[in-house]
């Protein structure tokens, strides 16, 4: 199923890209079922709590420097802005910014009246107060799962306020329950970026690049390199404004720090203003970013450049890539990531030369928006090596169960909440937080450091697993991990 | 006044599980939509003072994260095969069931679920906690309320002396854990035996001894007033409210006064305590005092942004004992509108008949809008949450953050409760202005 930009709503993952949240096996199974088109979900009957995509929808949204949010829901469908809030603080510290403000999103507080009675008159008067409060360009409303079971009419009611306002005030789907897929929030959000916010373009700028990524921790490293091959990035969609993202239209092509953040607006931007996407492995450890940049310099047409500058570069950290290696060799590790970082992050692990000895990814899309299977998957299962691998939304009995196991030398994450119980297990642990991490030559050498340094003194995990207890049962840990995974389940239900 | 909020301070009704979490080896279980347990704790937890999964939080609460499925076609089916198998995977002493919107909107009937299941032996309570019904102030009453109604036995015995302690929020008010070690340690050392129901020392005995206890102490303007209230109906304890947080030694003094009569305890020891501990908090203050008094920097005014419980503990010590003047207290926890007057009436009650205007509102955006407009003479000093540090940069204000969500400061044990806790406040405070221009 492929975007569809004539719906007021992005279309979930499961539809779209055929993803799953349950699966065990290994990396050739999960890329020849994904490519034979048989791969199913499979449910448990056992879970712990995850997330949702509404999270990632308003997270997202909400670091547009002239943009407002209305979250339209009870109170604690805002309990994300808190973390929102300092990600964004830190965004404007590592921008060197003085005055740094905080995030701009209102929640309706929907109480039981609301539920009874109907939202659309609070959610009008939050759309207001946003307006009044802070003079956005425009305003984004993000659902919930009270704001979906009600059925208000979210997009008459802002059909009203936008005319009253004067700004485009968006709608956002993203209602908690309507995805098991929390990426399928980000879609959301450039559903309504590209619906709604970016404009047909008034030129074309050919040195122009927009850079999908999060909060861009690398952005001279990234101009610096651009600046070889003659070209601009854009860096959004943090810390964008509204007219810059008019504007997104007119670049000479996207390309994305993370295939399953990037792939949605990146195919939108291409299907709907002819704006190419460049679909590559990530630029995370060597191979990743060659084949990231030959990718991106294929696109516009710098071959030469590109074949130069990697040339020079792989000359300069020979010495020192060969003594991470050396370091490295054969230590086991399991990762534990989002699906494309996962993926690229096992690759770039396995060329350090050590063992990757199981990857989880906390979902797994079988296509992506380009029609093709997800790069980095088919990469790693065209290696002689088959790496075991599972899907889990962040299922931490599997995790814990299966760490436990294996006991790895070192556990490699991303995504809050999930390193510190391999810590928990006296494991040397990495948690992944910027996106920017092992990016390029020079990356990949820091990460390899970083591992080096994890590995030399675990004092505080292997004193705090000999202190603690986990929160599982004796029972639990003679069972194998994947114990609760129905094999074969339904598909996934839906209605609407 | 729209109803809408913004920075928010506190979440909704099933933010009640970290009241579950709180008490050691109990697990929630937690049936809603697949976001709500990770948003939840952003706010209670790794935004607030940097409070973690802990052991059984986080990821690894057991949840059935309801899908269309489950909202379309009800969830209970989904939820019993949830709760069968946390019985055999997770290692608990007692298991809360709670419900967010997905549940109570379409209806599904948990507690025929959970009744199968005690009526098996397991050791399980539930309470429906949708997001609608109010603040997770609201949704720890409603799970004091399950536990007290569905778990509770009558005791044989009395046991005099034995206090059950119903203060601080667990988790939402960000130095809960501190703050229960040091009520803890007042009353033990005027010879009361604290019954820890929550924090590092608590127990699932401690929550089955809590009929045993010869009284319940609520040490809050009026969160924890309807568990005392409902234990009173259930078993006849009697209950003593005592409004403020003690902070500092005018408050702190007063509150082993009141307590130690209510309890029946000789004046003399309790005399005894004060003396020593009045007698310890003036020594530093009189080594600190050439700084505070000399220096002049120490601010003259104050607001506090905040939890009752907070606003009002702090803003008795600053006033009644380091001599500030209050301007705007601002009382962000959604106070039920019944209980507002007499929280009100404690802002009225400082020394030298000093008196504080009180805000009630849990939309930061307009105690932010508020702020901007105080008439201010001199650099105040605004204790809130870290939301307040972006109008304290721009108002030339000290801020020190002392309420939900504390995202500059990383809490542990600390506490400014007591004698001690004042003494630290103090510190902090004061460090704040060396440390602005140092």
Same mark, same amino acid.
């Given at each position: 199923?492929?975007i569809?930009?004539?719906?007021?709503?992005a279309i979930i993952r499961?539809?779209r890209?055929?993803?799953?949240?349950?699966?065990?096996?290994?990396?050739?199974?999960?890329?020849?079922?994904?490519?034979?088109?048989?791969?199913?979900?499979?449910?448990?009957?056992?879970?712990?709590?995850?997330?949702?995509n509404?999270?990632c929808a308003?997270?997202?949204?909400?670091?547009?420097?002239?943009?407002?949010?209305?979250?339209?829901?009870?109170?604690?469908?805002?309990?994300?802005?808190?973390?929102?809030?300092?990600?964004?603080?830190?965004?404007?510290?590592?921008?060197?910014?003085?005055?740094?403000?905080?995030?701009?999103?209102?929640?309706?507080?929907?109480?039981?009246?609301?539920?009874?009675?109907?939202?659309?008159?609070?959610?009008?008067?939050?759309?207001?107060?946003?307006?009044?409060?802070?003079?956005?360009?425009?305003?984004?409303?993000?659902?919930?799962?009270?704001?979906?079971?009600?059925?208000?009419?979210?997009?008459?009611?802002?059909?009203?306020?936008?005319?009253?306002?004067?700004?485009?005030?968006?709608?956002?789907?993203?209602?908690?329950?309507?995805s098991?897929?929390?990426a399928s929030g980000f879609d959301a959000a450039f559903h309504?970026?590209?619906?709604?916010?970016?404009?047909?373009?008034?030129?074309?700028?050919?040195?122009?690049?927009?850079?999908?990524?999060?909060?861009?921790?690398?952005?001279?490293?990234?101009?610096?390199?651009?600046?070889?091959?003659?070209?601009?990035?854009?860096?959004?969609?943090?810390?964008?404004?509204?007219?810059?993202?008019?504007?997104?239209?007119?670049?000479?092509?996207?390309?994305?720090?993370?295939?399953?953040?990037?792939g949605y607006m990146?195919?939108g931007?291409?299907?709907?203003?002819?704006?190419?996407?460049?679909?590559?492995?990530?630029?995370?450890?060597?191979?990743?970013?060659?084949?990231?940049?030959?990718?991106?310099?294929?696109?516009?047409?710098?071959?030469?450049?590109?074949?130069?500058?990697?040339?020079?570069?792989?000359?300069?950290?020979?010495?020192?890539?060969?003594?991470?290696?050396?370091?490295?060799?054969?230590?086991?590790?399991?990762?534990?990531?989002?699906?494309?970082?996962?993926?690229?992050?096992?690759?770039?692990?396995?060329?350090?030369?050590?063992?990757?000895?199981?990857?989880?990814?906390?979902?797994?899309?079988?296509?992506?928006d380009?029609?093709?299977?997800?790069?980095?998957?088919?990469?790693?299962?065209?290696?002689?090596?088959?790496?075991?691998?599972?899907?889990?939304?962040?299922?931490?009995?599997?995790?814990?169960?299966?760490?436990?196991?294996?006991?790895?030398?070192?556990?490699?994450?991303?995504?809050?909440?999930?390193?510190?119980?391999?810590?928990?297990?006296?494991?040397?642990?990495?948690?992944?937080?910027?996106?920017?991490?092992?990016?390029?030559?020079?990356?990949?050498?820091?990460?390899?450091?970083?591992?080096?340094?994890?590995?030399?003194?675990?004092?505080?995990?292997?004193?705090?697993?000999?202190?603690?207890?986990?929160?599982?049962?004796?029972?639990?840990?003679?069972?194998?991990?994947?114990?609760?995974?129905?094999?074969?389940?339904?598909?996934?239900?839906?209605?609407? | 006044?729209?109803?809408?909020?913004?920075?928010?301070?506190?979440?909704?009704?099933?933010?009640?599980?970290?009241?579950?979490?709180?008490?050691?080896?109990?697990?929630?279980?937690?049936?809603?939509?697949?976001?709500?347990?990770?948003?939840?704790?952003?706010?209670?937890?790794?935004?607030?003072?940097?409070?973690?999964?802990?052991?059984?939080?986080?990821?690894?609460?057991?949840?059935?994260?309801?899908?269309?499925?489950?909202?379309?076609?009800?969830?209970?089916?989904?939820?019993?095969?949830?709760?069968?198998?946390?019985?055999?995977?997770?290692?608990?002493?007692?298991?809360?069931?709670?419900?967010?919107?997905?549940?109570?909107?379409?209806?599904?009937?948990?507690?025929?679920?959970?009744?199968?299941?005690?009526?098996?032996?397991?050791?399980?309570?539930?309470?429906?906690?949708?997001?609608?019904?109010?603040?997770?102030?609201?949704?720890?009453?409603?799970?004091?309320?399950?536990?007290?109604?569905?778990?509770?036995?009558?005791?044989?015995?009395?046991?005099?002396?034995?206090?059950?302690?119903?203060?601080?929020?667990?988790?939402?008010?960000?130095?809960?854990?501190?703050?229960?070690?040091?009520?803890?340690?007042?009353?033990?050392?005027?010879?009361?035996?604290?019954?820890?129901?929550?924090?590092?020392?608590?127990?699932?005995?401690?929550?089955?001894?809590?009929?045993?206890?010869?009284?319940?102490?609520?040490?809050?303007?009026?969160?924890?007033?309807?568990?005392?209230?409902?234990?009173?109906?259930?078993?006849?304890?009697?209950?003593?409210?005592?409004?403020?947080?003690?902070?500092?030694?005018?408050?702190?003094?007063?509150?082993?006064?009141?307590?130690?009569?209510?309890?029946?305890?000789?004046?003399?020891?309790?005399?005894?305590?004060?003396?020593?501990?009045?007698?310890?908090?003036?020594?530093?203050?009189?080594?600190?005092?050439?700084?505070?008094?000399?220096?002049?920097?120490?601010?003259? !005014?104050?607001?506090?942004?905040?939890?009752?419980? %907070?606003? #009002?503990? *702090? =803003?008795?010590?600053?006033? /009644?004992? $380091?001599? &500030?003047?209050?301007?705007?207290?601002?009382?962000?926890?959604?106070?039920?509108?019944?209980?507002?007057?007499?929280?009100?009436?404690?802002?009225?009650?400082?020394?030298?008949?000093?008196?504080?205007?009180?805000?009630?509102?849990?939309?930061?955006?307009?105690?932010?809008?508020?702020?901007?407009?105080?008439?201010?003479?001199?650099?105040?000093?605004?204790?809130?949450?870290?939301?307040? !540090?972006?109008?304290?940069?721009?108002?030339?204000? %000290?801020? #020190?953050? *002392? =309420?939900?969500?504390?995202? /500059?400061? $990383?809490? &542990?044990?600390?506490?400014?409760?007591?004698?001690?806790?004042?003494?630290?406040?103090?510190?902090?405070?004061?460090?704040?202005?060396?440390?602005?221009?140092?």
């Amino acid at each position: 199923m492929p975007i569809n930009l004539n719906r007021s709503q992005a279309i979930i993952r499961e539809k779209r890209l055929k993803s799953i949240v349950g699966y065990q096996g290994t990396i050739k199974d999960l890329a020849d079922k994904s490519r034979s088109g048989c791969l199913k979900n499979a449910g448990r009957g056992f879970s712990q709590a995850t997330n949702c995509n509404s999270g990632c929808a308003q997270g997202y949204l909400s670091s547009i420097v002239d943009a407002a949010i209305v979250n339209h829901g009870p109170v604690g469908c805002a309990g994300d802005v808190a973390g929102s809030n300092s990600v964004y603080q830190w965004g404007q510290h590592i921008r060197g910014q003085e005055h740094k403000r905080n995030v701009r999103i209102v929640n309706t507080n929907m109480s039981e009246n609301a539920v009874v009675f109907g939202g659309e008159k609070i959610l009008q008067d939050a759309v207001r107060t946003a307006y009044e409060r802070f003079h956005p360009k425009a305003i984004f409303v993000t659902t919930s799962c009270a704001s979906g079971i009600i059925g208000d009419d979210v997009e008459r009611a802002l059909k009203d306020t936008e005319a009253e306002l004067g700004i485009p005030v968006v709608p956002v789907f993203c209602d908690g329950f309507r995805s098991q897929i929390w990426a399928s929030g980000f879609d959301a959000a450039f559903h309504a970026l590209l619906t709604r916010i970016v404009q047909t373009p008034q030129e074309k700028r050919p040195e122009l690049v927009n850079v999908i990524n999060f909060y861009a921790s690398g952005r001279d490293a990234v101009a610096e390199i651009f600046g070889h091959l003659g070209l601009v990035p854009q860096f959004g969609i943090p810390f964008s404004s509204i007219s810059q993202l008019e504007h997104w239209s007119e670049a000479a092509a996207t390309i994305s720090i993370c295939g399953t953040l990037g792939g949605y607006m990146g195919n939108g931007l291409e299907q709907k203003f002819g704006v190419p996407y460049v679909t590559a492995l990530q630029p995370h450890g060597i191979a990743g970013f060659d084949d990231w940049l030959r990718k991106l310099g294929e696109t516009v047409g710098k071959q030469q450049e590109v074949e130069a500058y990697l040339a020079a570069q792989k000359e300069l950290v020979a010495g020192e890539l060969a003594e991470i290696k050396r370091k490295l060799q054969g230590k086991r590790v399991v990762v534990g990531m989002g699906p494309s970082f996962a993926h690229n992050y096992i690759r770039l692990l396995e060329d350090f030369g050590m063992d990757v000895v199981w990857g989880f990814s906390w979902h797994y899309d079988a296509k992506h928006d380009h029609g093709g299977c997800p790069s980095c998957t088919l990469d790693l299962a065209e290696k002689e090596k088959d790496i075991p691998v599972s899907v889990s939304d962040q299922q931490n009995h599997e995790i814990i169960n299966l760490l436990r196991k294996v006991q790895p030398d070192l556990y490699v994450g991303r995504h809050p909440g999930q390193s510190v119980w391999a810590t928990k297990l006296g494991i040397p642990t990495i948690m992944i937080s910027d996106e920017y991490s092992a990016f390029g030559y020079q990356g990949t050498l820091d990460f390899g450091e970083r591992i080096i340094d994890a590995l030399t003194n675990n004092s505080l995990a292997k004193n705090l697993s000999q202190r603690i207890k986990l929160p599982y049962t004796d029972w639990w840990f003679e069972q194998e991990p994947f114990t609760f995974l129905e094999s074969e389940s339904d598909e996934y239900v839906t209605v609407r | 006044m729209s109803q809408c909020v913004e920075q928010i301070r506190h979440v909704c009704a099933l933010g009640a599980f970290e009241s579950v979490l709180a008490i050691k080896r109990a697990v929630p279980i937690v049936h809603s939509g697949p976001g709500c347990v990770s948003k939840l704790m952003t706010t209670l937890g790794t935004q607030n003072g940097h409070q973690g999964s802990g052991y059984v939080g986080g990821h690894a609460i057991p949840c059935t994260n309801a899908s269309e499925n489950e909202v379309v076609f009800g969830g209970t089916d989904q939820l019993r095969k949830v709760i069968a198998n946390t019985f055999n995977v997770m290692d608990g002493d007692l298991f809360v069931v709670l419900t967010g919107c997905t549940s109570d909107i379409i209806g599904d009937d948990i507690g025929e679920v959970a009744r199968k299941f005690k009526k098996s032996g397991k050791p399980i309570v539930y309470v429906e906690t949708g997001g609608f019904k109010g603040s997770n102030l609201i949704g720890h009453e409603l799970v004091l309320d399950a536990i007290i109604e569905q778990y509770l036995e009558p005791q044989p015995q009395i046991e005099p002396g034995l206090v059950n302690l119903w203060s601080v929020v667990p988790y939402q008010n960000t130095f809960w854990t501190g703050d229960i070690e040091q009520l803890s340690k007042l009353l033990a050392a005027i010879g009361l035996k604290p019954n820890t129901i929550f924090g590092p020392d608590s127990s699932i005995e401690a929550v089955r001894d809590i009929p045993k206890a010869q009284f319940n102490l609520v040490v809050s303007p009026w969160a924890g007033l309807r568990a005392a209230e409902h234990l009173q109906e259930r078993f006849c304890t009697p209950f003593l409210h005592y409004p403020v947080l003690p902070i500092g030694p005018t408050e702190t003094s007063t509150f082993l006064r009141t307590v130690g009569d209510f309890a029946g305890i000789d004046r003399s020891i309790v005399e005894k305590v004060i003396q020593r501990e009045e007698n310890r908090y003036y020594y530093y203050l009189e080594r600190a005092a050439d700084s505070l008094l000399e220096t002049r920097l120490l601010p003259r !005014r104050f607001s506090t942004v905040g939890d009752s419980l %907070y606003t #009002l503990g *702090i =803003s008795r010590f600053l006033t /009644n004992d $380091l001599g &500030l003047i209050p301007e705007k207290q601002f009382i962000t926890e959604d106070t039920p509108p019944k209980h507002q007057a007499n929280v009100a009436a404690e802002f009225t009650k400082y020394t030298n008949e000093i008196v504080a205007e009180t805000v009630f509102s849990n939309d930061g955006g307009y105690v932010e809008e508020e702020l901007r407009k105080l008439k201010l003479r001199s650099r105040p000093l605004i204790l809130g949450s870290s939301w307040e !540090r972006a109008v304290a940069r721009d108002l030339n204000a %000290y801020q #020190l953050s *002392i =309420s939900a969500p504390i995202a /500059n400061q $990383l809490v &542990l044990s600390k506490s400014y409760v007591g004698y001690d806790g004042a003494l630290h406040l103090t510190e902090d405070i004061y460090s704040v202005v060396l440390n602005d221009f140092m």
